[in-house]
């Protein structure tokens, strides 16, 4: 069984600038959702992606956006980057879209705003 | 909202010793889970233990184990017999049927030789 894979693991980028992040899901996982988490803080939830639909969406502007291909691999994508955009960007699977199902989460990825 | 609130930043504990982690947290609904993640230095978050809410009986895995007290909103994790690899951010999270799940702030827990 393959786990929830993320690349890259680092990315440096500078103001203004946009950014892909991409997010491969655990095998016969069909949700994918995502978090950023900030030095020292806990994650935050930016939304979930389920069958290729956005399934919710959490506090975020809309230049955070995403994309969920039809294996159900994912893409973050942020326009526009700010410099409080550098955090640890996480993405989860899970087998449904139910909060029972619990979300399995990758290594993440490492986004510095300069 | 639903808030999730973790009180200790820090603590650390003797390896072999016993220590519990505390965790409140709030919300309107009668139906939901909790979790425990572990996020060791540098390192992916990792399922530690899960509680559903419609459960009474306290979650158990090994050497992690759940007090959950859902009339205090109250879900506090006991480590047993802690070992050096216990050493991790420890945060614990909450979700409901909206798909949106909280997380606290975390406890950086060290286990010390």
């Known amino acids: 069984e393959t786990g929830v894979t993320q690349s890259p693991t680092h990315l440096i980028k500078t103001r203004g600038q946009q950014v892909t992040l991409r997010c491969s899901s655990q095998s016969g996982h069909n949700t994918v959702s995502w978090y950023q988490q900030a030095l020292g803080q806990g994650p935050q939830f930016i939304f979930q992606?389920?069958?290729?639909?956005?399934?919710g969406r959490g506090n975020f502007p809309p230049r955070f956006s995403g994309l969920q291909f039809p294996n159900y691999s994912s893409e973050l994508n942020v326009n526009a980057l700010e410099l409080d955009d550098s955090a640890l960007y996480l993405c989860?699977?899970?087998?449904?879209?139910?909060?029972?199902?619990?979300?399995?989460f990758g290594p993440g990825t490492r986004l510095t705003v300069l | 909202a639903q808030t999730v609130t973790q009180s200790q930043p820090e603590m650390s504990v003797q390896e072999a010793e016993t220590v519990t982690l505390s965790c409140t947290y709030d919300t309107s609904e009668s139906n939901y889970y909790l979790f425990w993640y572990k996020q060791p230095p540098s390192r992916q978050m990792i399922l530690v233990i899960r509680?559903?809410?419609?459960?009474?009986q306290n979650a158990t895995e090994n050497r992690f184990s759940v007090n959950f007290q859902k009339a205090a909103k109250s879900f506090s994790l006991k480590i047993s017999d802690s070992q050096l690899g216990d050493t991790a951010m420890y945060f614990c999270a909450f979700i409901d049927n909206n798909n949106d799940m909280r997380f606290g702030a975390g406890t950086r827990l060290t286990v010390k030789p």
């Open positions: 509680q559903e809410a419609y459960k009474q």
């Open positions: 989860a699977s899970s087998l449904e879209t139910s909060g029972r199902d619990t979300q399995y």
């Open positions: 992606y389920y069958r290729e639909e956005e399934n």
